[in-house]
């Protein structure tokens, strides 16, 4: 089945602990982009990647980092979490551009 | 800079009923326009999309959604609701933005169905 896969679904974790949450997906595409969603702002996107070793910043990109070594991949990384980056973040991809996106089903992280 | 609204927050409708969700966008170009609906503990899906042509589109589950470019709308119908289709429905606009075409999305609109 094409899919986005994300893991992990649910996350708690305490300010400055290191944390990653990986994103795969199985159908090929170029396009990998991931999103945190906030209640009354929608999906604000933090990083993309338009191709393996080609990443740039999305219009949240503060606090997070992220990596593109295989297509397939494309995890977020959070390297000293705080707790405005409690939140609801998706990944998602597309075959070569960023339009009509396929969305993983969510990570709902807690920073405490 | 793009942006969309979506100004139904929250919308309440009788199982049966008919639905029309809002959406308006500001952008300089002719946008590529879509909606998404992203169900409880869900991730988000794709209902359909307008890229170009004809200005009224379908999509699955029964949705369509009509392009207006003199009232800058995409507005999403549907003739009769049913209670699976209550859920967070998003309106977003494509753009393209130094070489990163990306989605822009409105802030949701909430569907409940009463029975």
């Known amino acids: 089945e094409a899919q986005v896969t994300q893991n992990p679904r649910y996350l708690i974790t305490v300010t400055g602990k290191k944390l990653t949450v990986t994103c795969s997906q199985n159908?090929?595409?170029?396009?990998m982009s991931w999103y945190r969603q906030d209640p009354g702002l929608g999906l604000r996107q933090i990083y993309y990647?338009?191709?393996?070793?080609?990443?740039d910043k999305g219009d949240v990109p503060e606090g997070y980092k992220v990596s593109r070594k295989e297509k397939r991949n494309f995890p977020l990384i959070l390297e000293s979490p705080s707790p405005n980056q409690t939140s609801l973040y998706f990944c998602?991809?597309?075959?070569?551009?960023?339009?009509?996106?396929?969305f993983g089903s969510g990570t709902q992280l807690s920073v405490l | 800079a793009q942006s969309v609204t979506q100004p139904d927050i929250h919308i309440t409708v009788s199982e049966g009923a008919s639905l029309e969700l809002r959406c308006n966008y500001s952008?300089?170009?002719?946008?590529?326009l879509f909606w998404y609906v992203q169900s409880p503990g869900q991730g988000l899906q794709l209902l359909l999309k307008?890229?170009?042509?004809?200005?009224l589109v379908q999509g699955i589950k029964g949705f369509e959604a009509e392009f207006k470019r003199s009232q800058s709308s995409f507005n999403l119908r549907k003739p009769s609701v049913h209670w699976s289709d209550a859920a967070e429905y998003f309106c977003?606009?494509?753009?393209?933005?130094?070489?990163?075409?990306?989605?822009?999305f409105g802030t949701g609109t909430r569907l409940t169905i009463i029975p």
């Open positions: 998602a991809s597309s075959l070569r551009s960023g339009l009509a996106q396929v």
């Open positions: 977003a606009v494509g753009v393209s933005n130094f070489g990163n075409e990306k989605l822009t």
């Open positions: 952008y300089g170009a002719t946008p590529y």
């Open positions: 307008y890229f170009s042509g004809d200005t």
């Open positions: 990647s338009m191709n393996v070793e080609v990443t």
């Open positions: 159908m090929n595409h170029e396009y």
